[in-house]
């Protein structure tokens, strides 16, 4: 576990009862958290549900968009137990990385793997054709994982809502895509996953777009 000198937690750190709400979704987010003791709980509000979408431990870090740009939180995080954190904000961050290099790099590759999900969004964002957006969203999806063996079906942890905010498309819309694939064989949709049949299919047809778009 990743673990900061005790100096940082008497100028930085922050304290949560069980329960007690750090930030919620969708307010605006100036800050990022490092865990040193407790576990933190990551929900989204999916289909007017609050859904866990990650428990985070000691030594992890969350809200670290915070730092790359200003936008509005992404999901609400909530302290499971008695949390102890350290709360970083732009003008303190040189404060820490100068301190401590090992949470520098932990934060550079966060940082980089944030990066890159904003480039490939922008290649999705790209295809003009709402059902070329989505197939592009599950092969970016299933990129994600290196476990996934793309010669057979894939079941990806995902939904329509969850599919459209990557798309860039309304729900409604992304739903309408998404039932058509299902209604042609491409895909077995269900509340909170989608399992794709053949993933190499996509591949090829959003190749074959993207060739046409640059040539």
Not at 66 to 92: C, G, W
Request: proline share 3%; charged share 30%.
């Amino acid at each position: 576990m990743l673990e900061l000198d005790e100096k940082f937690f008497g100028r930085f750190g922050a304290e949560y009862s069980p329960n007690q709400i750090i930030f919620c979704e969708y307010e605006p987010g100036y800050e990022f958290y490092f865990i040193q003791k407790g576990r933190v709980r990551i929900a989204r509000i999916i289909n007017d549900r609050e859904k866990t979408i990650d428990v985070l431990m000691p030594g992890d870090v969350f809200g670290e968009m915070a730092i790359l740009e200003e936008q509005p939180r992404s999901a609400t995080a909530i302290a499971m137990e008695h949390v102890r954190v350290l709360k970083f904000h732009r003008d303190n961050f040189d404060a820490l990385l100068q301190g401590n290099p090992q949470l520098a790099y932990k934060l550079l590759l966060i940082f980089s793997k944030r990066i890159y999900d904003a480039k490939r969004r922008l290649m999705i964002l790209l295809l003009e054709e709402p059902s070329l957006k989505v197939m592009d969203v599950l092969i970016m999806l299933a990129e994600q994982n290196p476990q996934y063996d793309f010669e057979s079906e894939i079941s990806l942890n995902s939904n329509s809502q969850q599919i459209a905010s990557w798309a860039g498309m309304a729900e409604a819309d992304a739903q309408k895509e998404l039932t058509h694939l299902t209604r042609v064989g491409k895909i077995d949709l269900y509340e909170d996953r989608v399992v794709v049949k053949n993933i190499r299919d996509f591949q090829r047809v959003i190749a074959s777009k993207r060739k046409h778009m640059f040539s």
